[in-house]
């Protein structure tokens, strides 16, 4: 009876592990780890087309953008003492000034026990987009008054998205290092970082006397919004 | 022997705690990893060129039109760009509404938008409050949502403005992520409509 009773457990426990096994065997491989060698290198040729071409197109909008930059400044000192107050006001709520104020300076990478050649996006150790939005997320929540990703203006409107090794904020790529220059209350943004507590990447944070963060790109046109009234 | 059953029972209890952990962890990175692959990744890279190639010629002709233009109609339509953002009036357009039957977590509508934002959304609201940089902020709160200063219940209208095809198909796509969401909450109803005129109401005083 005795030893029947150790066969059944034995055997099902042989069951558990069979289908433990089972389960492992027949979960989906994860495609950024076990691409063919061809397929990767077209990949990465693709990559490195995108790259070319957006340092070509960020040098161009880089210096339209200052030109049209200085003739809009000419052009509002133009108008009316109101007026420049209003414009004044708006670029202040919409986050298209520069801010210079009192903040901290927070600056994430990888985990030193990974190269982001071998990259993938299930591992904790990379710094993953959804790390940033995360992050910049609680910093909103802490009152942030102005953020910036690498030297780039965040605004509730300003995507962040995992593309292969790297990340685009905005439309412009970006890697790690990854700097987040904050304006704010430096005790209650530093509360903000606790979110990535959990992560086994490299945070640090320091808290220099003044953080610049620059002015948000010129608005995007925007096609479908209007004032309701008109 | 009930020693052997002892450890025996440990060491498969052990990996099961193990396997579970292992898959929750790959999928809770997969459901918010977006993009289905690299290449759909690579898509969103020739995309975003695309927006600069766009974003190069519409300041161009800005700066032409500042130009030739008298400084007053330049200022005005400066200002009008800047009252569209600052969420200090009542806005409409085409674009899409989800609604969400009940609470989901903060951080998949932060994902959420993300998506919309990459599609050309122009202007958001949740449960009509605009999102904007003194209300951006999102946080679970006892079975609702805070956004910065604003308590929101379920359900939650989600508002956007934008191209309101190009909107619908970026999240209602097989796989994509609605579908996630969906797959990922039981309980979960969600509507996605696409209307022809959205308004969002100014942010409240």
């Given at each position: 009876?005795?030893?029947?009773?150790?066969?059944?457990?034995?055997?099902?426990?042989?069951?558990?592990?069979?289908?433990?096994?089972?389960?492992?065997?027949?979960?989906?491989?994860?495609?950024?780890?076990?691409?063919?060698?061809?397929?990767?290198?077209?990949?990465?040729?693709?990559?490195?087309?995108?790259?070319?071409?957006?340092?070509?197109?960020?040098?161009?909008?880089?210096?339209?953008?200052?030109?049209?930059?200085?003739?809009?400044?000419?052009?509002?000192?133009?108008?009316?003492?109101?007026?420049?107050?209003?414009?004044?006001?708006?670029?202040?709520?919409?986050?298209?000034?520069?801010?210079?104020?009192?903040?901290?300076?927070?600056?994430?990478?990888?985990?030193?026990?990974?190269?982001?050649?071998?990259?993938?996006?299930?591992?904790?150790?990379?710094?993953?987009?959804?790390?940033?939005?995360?992050?910049?997320?609680?910093?909103?929540?802490?009152?942030?008054?102005?953020?910036?990703?690498?030297?780039?203006?965040?605004l509730p409107f300003t995507s962040i998205q995992p593309v292969f090794d790297s990340i685009l904020v905005g439309n412009f790529q970006i890697g790690s290092p990854f700097v987040i220059s904050v304006v704010g209350n430096p005790d209650a943004l530093q509360e903000a970082v606790k979110v990535l507590h959990k992560r086994k990447i490299q945070i640090f944070v320091d808290t220099p006397q003044t953080i610049t963060v620059a002015s948000a790109d010129n608005p995007r046109s925007l096609k479908f919004l209007s004032l309701d009234n008109q | 022997m009930k020693k052997v059953f002892i450890i025996t029972a440990v060491i498969v209890g052990i990996f099961l705690a193990l396997q579970v952990r292992s898959f929750q962890k790959v999928e809770f990175l997969l459901q918010r990893s977006g993009p289905e692959s690299v290449f759909e990744e690579l898509r969103v890279f020739q995309i975003a060129n695309q927006q600069l190639r766009t974003q190069l010629e519409e300041s161009e002709k800005n700066f032409e039109d500042i130009q030739s233009k008298i400084t007053s109609q330049a200022v005005e339509a400066e200002l009008l760009r800047l009252q569209l953002i600052a969420g200090e009036h009542e806005v409409s357009g085409q674009g899409i509404e989800i609604i969400f039957n009940i609470s989901v977590p903060a951080y998949r509508i932060a994902d959420l938008i993300t998506q919309l934002v990459t599609a050309g959304a122009e202007a958001i609201a949740i449960n009509d409050i605009r999102l904007t940089p003194q209300t951006a902020g999102l946080r679970d709160v006892g079975g609702g949502l805070l956004m910065r200063r604003h308590f929101l219940r379920a359900p939650f209208r989600i508002s956007v403005i934008g191209p309101k095809q190009e909107l619908k198909l970026s999240i209602s796509q097989s796989g994509g992520f609605l579908d996630r969401l969906q797959n990922s909450y039981s309980g979960l109803r969600i509507t996605l409509s696409e209307r022809e005129k959205i308004v969002i109401s100014k942010l409240p005083e």
């Amino acid at each position: 009876m005795k030893t029947r009773f150790f066969n059944l457990f034995f055997i099902f426990i042989g069951i558990i592990i069979g289908i433990i096994l089972s389960l492992q065997i027949r979960a989906q491989p994860v495609g950024t780890g076990s691409s063919p060698e061809k397929q990767l290198a077209i990949q990465k040729s693709l990559l490195n087309s995108f790259l070319t071409e957006q340092e070509s197109l960020k040098k161009k909008l880089l210096s339209i953008e200052e030109k049209l930059s200085s003739a809009k400044e000419i052009m509002e000192k133009r108008s009316s003492r109101e007026t420049q107050k209003t414009l004044s006001r708006l670029k202040r709520l919409t986050g298209f000034d520069a801010v210079s104020e009192e903040g901290i300076r927070i600056t994430l990478s990888d985990n030193p026990s990974v190269s982001r050649v071998d990259f993938s996006a299930l591992n904790e150790n990379f710094v993953q987009a959804s790390d940033l939005r995360d992050l910049v997320n609680v910093l909103f929540l802490q009152d942030a008054k102005a953020i910036s990703i690498n030297e780039k203006r965040i605004l509730p409107f300003t995507s962040i998205q995992p593309v292969f090794d790297s990340i685009l904020v905005g439309n412009f790529q970006i890697g790690s290092p990854f700097v987040i220059s904050v304006v704010g209350n430096p005790d209650a943004l530093q509360e903000a970082v606790k979110v990535l507590h959990k992560r086994k990447i490299q945070i640090f944070v320091d808290t220099p006397q003044t953080i610049t963060v620059a002015s948000a790109d010129n608005p995007r046109s925007l096609k479908f919004l209007s004032l309701d009234n008109q | 022997m009930k020693k052997v059953f002892i450890i025996t029972a440990v060491i498969v209890g052990i990996f099961l705690a193990l396997q579970v952990r292992s898959f929750q962890k790959v999928e809770f990175l997969l459901q918010r990893s977006g993009p289905e692959s690299v290449f759909e990744e690579l898509r969103v890279f020739q995309i975003a060129n695309q927006q600069l190639r766009t974003q190069l010629e519409e300041s161009e002709k800005n700066f032409e039109d500042i130009q030739s233009k008298i400084t007053s109609q330049a200022v005005e339509a400066e200002l009008l760009r800047l009252q569209l953002i600052a969420g200090e009036h009542e806005v409409s357009g085409q674009g899409i509404e989800i609604i969400f039957n009940i609470s989901v977590p903060a951080y998949r509508i932060a994902d959420l938008i993300t998506q919309l934002v990459t599609a050309g959304a122009e202007a958001i609201a949740i449960n009509d409050i605009r999102l904007t940089p003194q209300t951006a902020g999102l946080r679970d709160v006892g079975g609702g949502l805070l956004m910065r200063r604003h308590f929101l219940r379920a359900p939650f209208r989600i508002s956007v403005i934008g191209p309101k095809q190009e909107l619908k198909l970026s999240i209602s796509q097989s796989g994509g992520f609605l579908d996630r969401l969906q797959n990922s909450y039981s309980g979960l109803r969600i509507t996605l409509s696409e209307r022809e005129k959205i308004v969002i109401s100014k942010l409240p005083e």
